[in-house]
């Protein structure tokens, strides 16, 4: 086989094994972080605890659920709050691994601290990716009580294949994709576009967060400024040029020997000013 061929070969999908009781079962792992299957899995139910999950999550078992979805929702409530207040003693050791790396001489305080932020972020995610939900071939959800996410597993995943087999994914990352759905059938306001009645976008999935309006803000107000300093430079040109006019008697001889020791100077916004020369009179 050639080499191009071997190139545009698609990539198999990953699959996720688990046992029903000691019936062996697969369906194809779906992760748009690009995260690896989870090696153990277990099934959960409507009957599992919120401390049992969150211990299994953070051994690296992950929950294939097969409850009521809304339960499964709120199953990540708990979860979360254990991450973000964990136990004393492991509160304890996050504190001292805090204030080793923020003593160590080769690093750097501020860096260290980041560095620590990243890692529990991580962390977290790890854990709450825990509970899979599993999606049926036409992009259904086969759970109780379980929303219709058709539109929006389209809008991430494409359109569906019929001769697809079941796949998995996890909770949260599923509940991204409903949310990035809404936002885009409801429309998100952007003040800095100017008239209420027309200054809201349709988002779709994957793109730049449209919560972040503080940057198109930011870029609005920096183009607003930038216009007023260009004005502000043209009138000085002006003014400046008329009275070197004047000093000259009117020939441009003086002008144009003063414009090369008395250049204007760029401003902060990098605007640079006009260049005028006098026609003669």
Request: glycine residues 6%.
């Amino acid at each position: 086989m050639k080499l191009s061929a071997l190139r545009t070969m698609p990539t198999p999908p990953l699959a996720l094994h688990w046992l029903d009781g000691k019936v062996p079962c697969n369906a194809v792992w779906r992760s748009e972080r690009g995260a690896s299957p989870p090696k153990k899995v277990v099934i959960a139910d409507d009957t599992i605890t919120a401390d049992a999950a969150y211990r299994l999550a953070c051994e690296g078992t992950a929950l294939l659920w097969r409850g009521n979805f809304q339960n499964a929702r709120q199953l990540l409530q708990p979860m979360a709050r254990r991450v973000d207040q964990p136990a004393k003693r492991t509160q304890r050791k996050q504190t001292a691994k805090g204030s080793i790396a923020a003593n160590a001489e080769s690093a750097k305080p501020v860096e260290s601290a980041f560095n620590l932020h990243r890692q529990a972020q991580a962390q977290r995610a790890r854990v709450l990716g825990m509970v899979l939900i599993p999606v049926l071939a036409g992009l259904s959800i086969p759970s109780r009580r379980s929303p219709d996410a058709r539109q929006a597993c389209t809008e991430a995943w494409g359109v569906a294949n019929p001769d697809s087999c079941v796949s998995v994914v996890s909770l949260r990352e599923l509940l991204g994709f409903i949310s990035a759905h809404e936002w885009r059938k409801k429309r998100v306001a952007m003040p800095a576009l100017g008239d209420p009645h027309n200054n809201r976008i349709h988002p779709h999935y994957g793109v730049f967060s449209p919560v972040r309006g503080e940057y198109v803000e930011l870029v609005a107000t920096a183009l607003k400024a930038s216009s007023a300093a260009k004005k502000t430079q043209d009138k000085y040109c002006v003014r400046h040029w008329h009275r070197q006019w004047r000093a000259g008697g009117g020939d441009g001889t003086k002008w144009r020997r003063a414009s090369r020791s008395h250049r204007p100077r760029p401003t902060r916004l990098g605007v640079r000013t006009r260049k005028l020369k006098p026609t003669g009179s």
